[in-house]
Nanobody, 114 residues
Framework: QVQLVESGGGLVQAGGSLRLSCTAS????????MGWYRQAPGKQRELVAT???????NYADSVKGRFTISRDSAKNMVSLQMNSLKPEDTAVYYC????????WGQGTQVTVSS
């Protein structure tokens, strides 16, 4: 059974940085896509950044230039370096992986104070 486990969330002041990490266990194959989504209170879950197994990446416009996604496909790990954080980045961040099915982590809270 595939499980995604996130770590690295927390409380940070505006302008600060955090690094999220996600490790997939129980999988013997490489995911086609790994990435991050987030959901703020009262809002829908939205894409933050994704990494495709071929090497391509995709970012939400709101995080371009501030967030960087990196991936170790051999270890089924994906990380998100978040710099210049803003209060509007406050949300629960979810790790996502896809190969035939979608898999989700339990979420990690990121809170950015002004």
């Amino acid at each position: 059974q595939v499980q995604l486990v996130e770590s690295g969330g927390g409380l940070v002041q505006a302008g600060g940085s955090l690094r999220l990490s996600c490790t997939a266990s129980g999988s013997i194959f490489t995911f086609n896509i790994m990435g991050w989504y987030r959901q703020a209170p009262g809002k829908q879950r939205e894409l933050v950044a994704t990494s495709i197994s071929s090497g391509g990446t995709n970012y939400a416009d709101s995080v371009k230039g501030r967030f960087t996604i990196s991936r170790d496909s051999a270890k089924n790990m994906v990380s998100l370096q978040m710099n210049s954080l803003k209060p509007e980045d406050t949300a629960v961040y979810y790790c996502h992986a896809r190969r035939y099915f979608d898999y989700w982590g339990q979420g990690t809270q990121v809170t950015v104070s002004s």
